[in-house]
């Protein structure tokens, strides 16, 4: 392997079991700083209590819910931060920090205890205790109820209640960012045996006062909230608007405060008549996939020759009009703190494509790029690389799919298909999940076992920098041998009336990290936009 | 009504029941057909195969398919339409207050544009190739030629972006009088209307300029009848079947046709019902919906052609 460093020796050197006794050594408990989240918006000098805030969002349909272990959409995210609480959240540097639980603590890292915070209530009520945590945990294990993050919950082998407010999980094996992991809106907490989702029975900042599934979600301020003074407003409406004309329309006519995914064309429209636009750095990226099991991708110069072609500046600048910023092909984002700055940005070269490509010999294959409006801006990026390949006598017909069923009939069933990946809570996840050798979405089928070594190493890994530099070695690795080829890391767009206050950008994702709800406050002496 | 023409009209309503038949089973082979189900589009990119296989036993859709047929004809017996397979709530629960919202804008928009495009479309018969006739060709033409959504998408940003005089969106849980009902709708009933509008007068028309060519017409016009009469004694009665078929296709797409209104607006009416169960396949929502269409659709032809039978003496016998 390249940039194999010097911290743990020679390439091949560092065993799991090596990891876990490095670990055992430091014996001291992992605890999550008890600082406070820091209030958002903090430049906005008194934030007042009050006022009625209506939110549009880019899609609501009838599969819109209030089960956590069913949300799927930014909208069900952020009805989720509304209703629900989760025992850690995330800060805008995706870092986590206590919520509903008030110390996670671990000696080896696999077995945790979760201390949680005395004196939280249901909306109903009742108060939180083990049990509650207990259930809404294990559900996701559970087939029936169809879970969003039935893999990732696999990961909990145990979870007991220990004591009236007290939990243990025991997990498959060690994993320092398992309080990240519980970051995740879907674990958020419900009541023990909750199995009706018509309404919502959380300890969130809001209380549910109408839910109607495609329609519209409202929300009441929950006086007893524990993060008081939070939150600011009284009440709140969130509908969802998919057809972009329309969601700008009703912000623009002031019928709407806030809208999400605003278009990047209409941005300087929107900036010009007043109205603000929070740009949030998330990881979200729209990759091509080319597999190595299968078709051109099993030549590894074929491989490399793509990686060349990708102009990612113009896809930088003409798809996503600058709103985004370059990838590498690795999954992790320039503003993560665990970021490999170090590793050289693959160039776009035409030569050295071509040089590739023809050393391959599958100059002639003809297989398709297939791509999808349900992965973001796949189409655009595939018409700027068939451009390129042309340039390079490479003939890549573009095979253009239906958005609907696109990610269970196409993705990462062609040679070559492009996907659209979220970021997920911590780098052990996306590593787990997209990229280990056994992983369920490893778009190219790539396997490197020393890199499922190094992902089993970090995770047992208490050692900031030891842990920096394995993750660093893991994305040059990635870089270097996956069949991803990543253009481009999307900025999330999002426009509010100025006379909402307390927003800022998150790399946790839309809008704060869904969770917006819980810190803006309406300032109506700050006048209307034109 | 003698007996002749009450054979006539059963015909007519058993070639509907056929029709219906005919619908229900092809709603649920097409359903069948779509790729993927519920299971598939719930775990969407999260999906494992055990996960999805896990599911889809759990919500029966792993039984085959002439068993879950049969159990949806057996419902559909007792009126009984099922459980959402999404959000396990009755079909009837979730489409009640649906079909009142689509009822609601359908009806406001025939109240507007039936006796509007009678009128007009009279007029164009009447003044034929005048300057008023032209112009209302080259109108009717001009929005039936013109989408929808870009009358609607143009008009919200002139009336409700730039002058602030209606909202963009349609909420109606904001109308609490008679002048806030008046708001809310304006735009979406105006859209709607235009476009339904536009097509009726050019059928109207047609239909009554065949009628006027018939010689008996010419009949009324030398014996000197005045215009007005020859119109609504002569002419009109002679045109109800054409007539009444134009409108009757005009406003059946009112009821299901009219999604791109319905998401423009922000409105929730069956159409976006309809396609947010296609997008995630919950089959039991289609079948209703389409089920509804399809009876709708049914029902408003027959009338009319009960009402064209009804008007021809031949078929009265008398």
């Known amino acids: 392997m390249r940039g194999g460093r010097a911290p743990y020796g020679k390439a091949g050197a560092l065993g799991r079991r090596q990891a876990l006794r490095l670990a055992g050594a430091g014996l ?41 272990a069913r949300f799927a959409l930014a909208t069900d995210y952020i009805r989720g931060h509304m209703f629900y609480d989760g025992l850690v959240m995330l800060d805008a540097e995706m870092m986590p920090h206590p919520a509903l ?66 939990v243990r999980v025991t997990l498959r094996g060690p994993n320092a960012d398992f309080p990240s992991m519980l970051g995740i809106v879907s674990f958020s907490i419900v009541r023990n045996g909750t199995t009706d989702f018509s309404q919502a029975n959380g300890t969130g900042p809001y209380t549910c006062t109408e839910f109607t599934p495609g329609v519209r979600t409202s929300g009441q301020r929950n006086p007893d909230y524990w993060r008081s003074p939070a939150p600011w407003l009284d009440s709140v409406d969130m509908i969802g608007i998919s057809d972009d004309m329309s969601r700008h329309n009703a912000l623009l006519s002031h019928d709407v405060d806030i809208i999400a995914s605003v278009n990047p064309r209409l941005v300087r429209l929107l900036r010009t008549r007043g109205f603000g636009i929070m740009e949030s750095p998330v990881g979200t990226y729209t990759d091509l996939a080319i597999r190595l099991d299968e078709g051109p991708g099993r030549s590894q110069d074929f491989v490399t020759g793509m990686k060349y072609l990708f102009n990612r500046e113009q896809v930088r600048d003409s798809v996503f009009l600058g709103f985004a910023r370059m990838g590498n092909d690795q999954p992790i984002p320039p503003e993560h703190r665990y970021f490999a700055a170090d590793l050289p940005q693959r160039p776009f070269d035409p030569d050295r494509a071509r040089f590739y490509l023809r050393r391959s010999g599958m100059m002639e294959t003809g297989v398709p790029l297939v791509c999808s409006p349900a992965a973001l801006a796949s ?74 070594q190094l992902l089993l190493a970090a995770r047992a890994q208490r050692d900031e920098a030891v842990r920096r530099q394995i993750y660093h070695d893991m994305q040059v690795m990635i870089h270097e041998g996956a069949g991803i080829c990543l253009p481009a890391f999307t900025t999330s767009l999002d426009a509010f009336n100025p006379r909402v206050r307390g927003l800022a950008p998150s790399q946790a994702g839309q809008l704060m990290g869904f969770d917006f709800l819980s810190h803006v406050w309406l300032d109506d002496a700050a006048g209307g936009a034109a | 009504m003698n007996a002749r023409l009450a054979r006539l009209v059963l015909r007519r309503i058993g070639a509907a029941l056929c029709s219906l038949l005919f619908v229900v089973v092809a709603i649920f082979a097409l359903t069948a057909a779509l790729p993927g189900d519920v299971a598939d589009m719930l775990l969407g990119q999260n999906a494992t195969p055990d996960a999805t296989q896990a599911l889809r036993h759990a919500l029966h859709l792993d039984q085959p398919l002439w068993l879950r047929f049969m159990h949806w004809c057996g419902g559909m017996l007792h009126g009984n339409a099922g459980n959402s397979l999404l959000t396990g709530r009755p079909v009837s629960e979730m489409l009640a207050p649906r079909l009142y919202n689509s009822l609601l804008l359908a009806g406001a928009t025939t109240l507007v544009a039936v006796p509007l495009a009678l009128v007009l479309g009279l007029a164009c018969a009447t003044w034929r190739d005048s300057v008023f006739d032209r112009v209302m060709t080259v109108l009717t033409l001009g929005i039936v030629s013109v989408p929808a959504f870009l009358i609607a998408t143009v008009s919200v940003f002139v009336f409700a972006v730039q002058f602030r005089v209606v909202p963009a969106l349609s909420d109606i849980r904001s109308i609490h009088s008679v002048g806030q009902f008046f708001l809310t709708f304006a735009m979406p009933v105006a859209t709607l209307a235009s476009i339904t509008m536009a097509q009726m007068i050019r059928m109207i028309r047609a239909c009554m300029i065949d009628v006027f060519s018939a010689p008996y017409m010419e009949m009324a016009v030398i014996k000197g009848v005045p215009p007005v009469r020859i119109m609504l004694h002569h002419a009109l009665p002679n045109a109800i079947g054409p007539v009444a078929n134009a409108i009757a296709l005009s406003l059946s797409s009112l009821l299901g046709g009219v999604v791109v209104i319905e998401t423009i607006f922000n409105y929730p009416g069956l159409a976006q019902l309809m396609v947010d169960s296609v997008m995630s396949r919950d089959v039991p929502i289609i079948q209703a919906c389409t089920l509804l269409f399809c009876m709708t659709y049914l029902f408003l032809t027959t009338l009319a052609d009960i009402v064209a039978l009804a008007s021809v003496p031949k078929g009265r016998g008398a």
């Not at chain 1, 659209?420 to 052990?428: C, Y």
């Not at chain 1, 280990?436 to 396997?447: D, L, M, T, V």
């Open chain 1, 28 to 68: 001291f408990a992992a605890t999550l700083p008890a600082r406070a989240v820091r209030a958002a918006g903090a430049q906005d000098p008194q934030p007042r209590r009050g006022g009625h805030l209506n939110f549009a969002g880019l899609a609501a349909s009838t599969a819109d819910t209030l089960d956590p």
């Open chain 1, 101 to 166: 639980a008030e110390r996670l603590e671990s000696d080896d890292l696999q077995t945790w205890h979760i201390t949680l915070r005395r004196g939280v209530t249901f909306h109903d009520g009742a108060a939180l205790t083990a049990a509650d945590v207990v259930y809404s945990l294990a559900r996701h294990k559970d087939p029936a109820v169809g879970s969003q993050q039935r893999v990732i919950a696999q990961e909990m082998a145990d979870i007991q209640a220990v004591g009236p407010l007290d």
């Open chain 1, 379 to 452: 189409v655009d990026i595939a018409v700027v690389l068939q451009y390129a390949a042309q340039q390079v006598g490479l003939s890549l017909p573009i095979r253009r799919m239906p958005a609907d069923g696109y990610w269970t009939e196409y993705w990462m069933k062609t040679p070559m298909g492009f996907g659209n990946t979220n970021p997920r809570p911590s780098l052990d996840m996306t590593f787990a999940l997209n990229f280990a050798s056994g992983a369920p979405w490893n778009e190219s089928r790539w396997r490197d076992p020393r890199f499922d």
